[in-house]
C-alpha cells in the first residue's frame, strides 16, 4: 500500500470553527490532490499540488485553502466550516510517469461532520 | 472541457451473473479514460485505464473495458461476478491543463451482487 496517512480520520465539529484536514505522504510523489466524495455527485476535486508551494482550484475550491511547505505535508483548511461541507475527504497522490496513466493513490479518507 | 456520466447508479445483480456499468465522456481532445472501485470503508483503487492502441482493455479481478471513440464509451465489464465485487465503481478521465494533471471521476455506480 501507498505511504498515505490522513488525519484525523474522524471529526464532528460546529459551524463557523477553522477545520484542518492533514495527508502526509513517505512515498516522495510530486502531486498531491484532495478530493470530497458525497452521495450523488461522486469525487469532486478540490485543490491540487504539483510541487512544494505550487498548488492549483479544483471543481470545488470555494471555502477551502491548501498549503503545501514540504513535499510529504499537503494540509486542506475550512476556514469557517459550513454545513455544506460535511463530507468524506480524500487526499491522493501521484508521480509522473504514473501520473499521466491516471494512477493516484488514495488515502483512507477523513469523514468530517459540520454541525 | 472533460466531463464524463455513470449513467447506472445503482446495479443488483445475482452472484455468477454478468455485469456492464456504463460510462460515457464528454471530450473534445484525445483522452485517458479509467476505472476505479472502493470497497466499503476504504479509499479508491485503480481497476484498469484506458490509454491508447487496443481498444479492450483488461484489469485487476477479471474486468475489462471497451473503449468506443464513435459512441465515446468506455463500459466496464465483467462476465461473472462474486460476492466480493459489491463496492461502488468510478469511471474517470484525465484533465491537462498548465499546472499538471488531474481526475475529473463520475459520481459512481454501486455494484450490489447477492446470491
Known amino acids: 500500500d501507498a505511504g498515505i496517512t490522513q488525519s484525523p480520520r474522524h471529526k464532528v465539529t460546529e459551524t463557523g470553527t477553522p477545520v484542518t484536514l492533514r495527508c502526509h505522504q513517505t512515498?516522495?510523489?510530486?502531486?498531491m490532490y484532495w478530493y470530497r466524495q458525497d452521495p450523488g455527485h461522486g469525487l469532486r476535486l478540490i485543490h491540487y499540488?504539483?510541487?512544494?508551494?505550487?498548488?492549483d482550484k479544483g471543481e470545488v475550491s470555494d471555502g477551502y485553502s491548501v498549503s503545501r511547505s514540504k513535499t510529504e505535508d499537503f494540509l486542506l483548511t475550512l476556514e469557517s466550516a459550513t454545513s455544506s461541507q460535511t463530507s468524506v475527504y480524500f487526499c491522493?497522490?501521484?508521480?509522473?510517469?504514473?501520473?499521466?496513466?491516471?494512477?493516484?493513490?488514495f488515502g483512507e479518507g477523513s469523514r468530517l461532520t459540520v454541525l | 472541457a472533460q466531463s464524463v456520466t455513470q449513467l447506472d447508479s445503482q446495479v443488483p445483480v445475482f452472484e455468477e451473473a454478468p455485469v456492464e456499468l456504463r460510462c460515457n465522456y464528454s471530450s473534445s481532445v484525445s483522452v485517458y479514460l479509467f476505472w476505479y472501485v472502493q470497497y466499503p470503508n476504504q479509499g479508491l483503487q485503480l481497476l484498469l485505464k484506458?490509454?491508447?492502441?487496443?481498444?479492450l482493455v483488461k484489469g485487476i479481478n477479471g474486468f475489462e473495458a471497451e473503449f468506443n471513440k464513435s459512441q465515446t464509451s468506455f463500459h466496464l465489464r465483467k462476465p461473472s461476478v462474486h460476492i466480493s465485487d459489491t463496492a461502488e465503481y468510478f469511471c474517470a478521465v484525465s484533465v491537462f491543463n498548465q499546472a499538471g494533471t488531474a481526475l475529473i471521476f463520475g459520481k459512481g455506480t454501486t455494484l450490489s451482487v447477492s446470491s
Open positions: 499540488s504539483y510541487g512544494v508551494k505550487d498548488t
Open positions: 491522493a497522490i501521484s508521480e509522473p510517469p504514473g501520473l499521466a496513466f491516471g494512477e493516484l493513490f
Open positions: 484506458y490509454l491508447s492502441g487496443s481498444t
Open positions: 512515498e516522495n510523489h510530486r502531486y
